[in-house]
């Protein structure tokens, strides 16, 4: 029987492994997401990593010292926050594999240091990513990630601000992510596509 990761929000749980989606409108219900899951990670002894574009990551720990003690977790590296530029762009355009490999490296490192359990990482997509040839680049990222995701210790949670973009964008996350949190539920997502059939013709 699998074992089952609370998030932290809504009182919700999902199994390792999970990839999910959420949705939600503008920097309020971003931090209401955010914020608890990152918590949570840090209670339950998770490394936890925050790659978000909306919000520096100077301003992340402010806002999750009113919550958790966020001193001793940076100190230990249990808790990691970039930019998307440090972790999606690190060689200055995205690259699916790149990102794969950064996830794998994780997980990797989780095992290896034997002090964590279970990753637990939340990010957006970046805003520079929203142009056509960039959008179908991430998303070819968001099937693939779905293949190997299942693999490891890890529940990544992907977070998509209705505000910022439009309903293609909104789309195809919904095609990539086989389980998706709406009205306070996590669900089962009927518009998910398996990566090989999502895949075909977009490289």
Same mark, same amino acid.
């Given at each position: 029987?699998?074992?089952?990761?609370?998030?932290?929000?809504?009182?919700?749980?999902?199994? !390792?492994?999970?990839?999910?989606?959420? *949705?939600? &409108?503008? =920097?309020?219900?971003?931090? %209401?997401?955010?914020?608890? +899951?990152?918590?949570?990670? $840090?209670?339950?002894?998770?490394?936890?990593?925050? $790659?978000?574009?909306?919000?520096?990551?100077?301003?992340?720990?402010?806002?999750? @010292?009113?919550?958790?003690?966020?001193?001793?977790?940076? @100190?230990? &590296?249990?808790?990691?926050?970039?930019?998307? /530029?440090? /972790?999606?762009?690190?060689?200055?355009? *995205?690259?699916?594999? %790149?990102?794969?490999?950064?996830? &794998?490296? @994780?997980?990797?490192?989780?095992?290896? /240091?034997?002090? +964590? =359990?279970?990753? !637990? /990482?939340?990010? %957006?997509?970046?805003?520079?990513?929203?142009?056509?040839?960039?959008?179908? %680049? *991430?998303?070819?990222?968001? @099937?693939?990630?779905?293949?190997? $995701?299942?693999?490891?210790?890890?529940?990544?949670?992907?977070?998509?601000?209705?505000?910022? +973009?439009?309903?293609?964008?909104?789309?195809?996350?919904? !095609?990539?992510?086989?389980?998706?949190?709406?009205?306070?539920?996590?669900?089962?997502?009927?518009?998910? $596509?398996?990566?090989?059939? *999502?895949?075909?013709? !977009?490289?």
């Amino acid at each position: 029987m699998t074992e089952s990761v609370a998030l932290g929000v809504l009182g919700l749980e999902v199994p !390792r492994g999970t990839h999910i989606c959420t *949705f939600y &409108g503008g =920097s309020s219900g971003r931090d %209401e997401i955010v914020l608890p +899951f990152l918590a949570e990670g $840090i209670r339950a002894r998770d490394k936890c990593i925050c $790659i978000l574009e909306s919000l520096a990551p100077s301003e992340v720990l402010s806002k999750l @010292a009113l919550q958790v003690d966020v001193g001793p977790p940076v @100190a230990t &590296g249990q808790l990691e926050l970039a930019t998307p /530029a440090e /972790a999606y762009l690190r060689s200055g355009s *995205f690259s699916t594999e %790149e990102m794969l490999g950064y996830w &794998g490296e @994780a997980a990797a490192a989780t095992r290896t /240091a034997g002090d +964590f =359990s279970l990753t !637990r /990482a939340t990010g %957006e997509m970046p805003s520079v990513l929203g142009q056509p040839a960039g959008r179908a %680049e *991430f998303f070819r990222y968001e @099937a693939k990630l779905n293949e190997v $995701i299942p693999d490891y210790p890890q529940v990544i949670l992907c977070l998509y601000d209705l505000e910022r +973009f439009g309903a293609e964008v909104l789309m195809d996350a919904l !095609r990539t992510h086989p389980m998706v949190i709406v009205d306070g539920m996590v669900h089962d997502n009927p518009y998910y $596509i398996e990566p090989g059939k *999502f895949l075909v013709g !977009r490289g």
